[in-house]
């Protein structure tokens, strides 16, 4: 599953749909390939289509609510009344947030993510010299452990 911005996929599959288990099996082959780089991983998250979906919904909503109320002129004439900034700034903000989420639903990558995140904690998993390691412990060691030594 791509997001409509994002073409490029890091593997390319056989089967239009991998199940969980198979992903983690080759992802676990080879974390490297999954890795993303800092400007690719904020790219997944499509912030700039975000942003602008957000920003086109609450300027709308915004201009909705200044013309249904004949507040529209008082605008062009720089006649900027309090009642007006904190009704158009709330509509504003509501509509933004839900552009966003809109937005964070078409046009983030979540499966380019998730892999990142697992290749990363199988990295942290294996690899000692990693930042923020995960410690390695055997399975009797661990708190919740049911073997017995």
Known sequence: QMSLLHRKQIVHYEEEHK?????????????YKYLLTPFEKANAYGPVPRLLLGYGLGALWAAYHLRRNNQLHLLFKFRITGDMVIGVYTRFLIAFLVGDRIGARFFCNYRLIFCHKVADYEIR?????????????????????????
């Not at 199940?19 to 974390?31: G, K, L, S």
């Not at 990693?130 to 073997?147: G, Q, R, V």
């Open 19 to 31: 199940n969980v288990r198979q992903m983690y099996q080759d992802i676990q082959r080879d974390p």
């Open 125 to 149: 998993k294996l690899t000692r010299q990693w930042p923020d390691a995960k410690p390695f412990m055997h399975i009797h060691e661990k708190p919740n452990s049911y073997f017995w030594v």
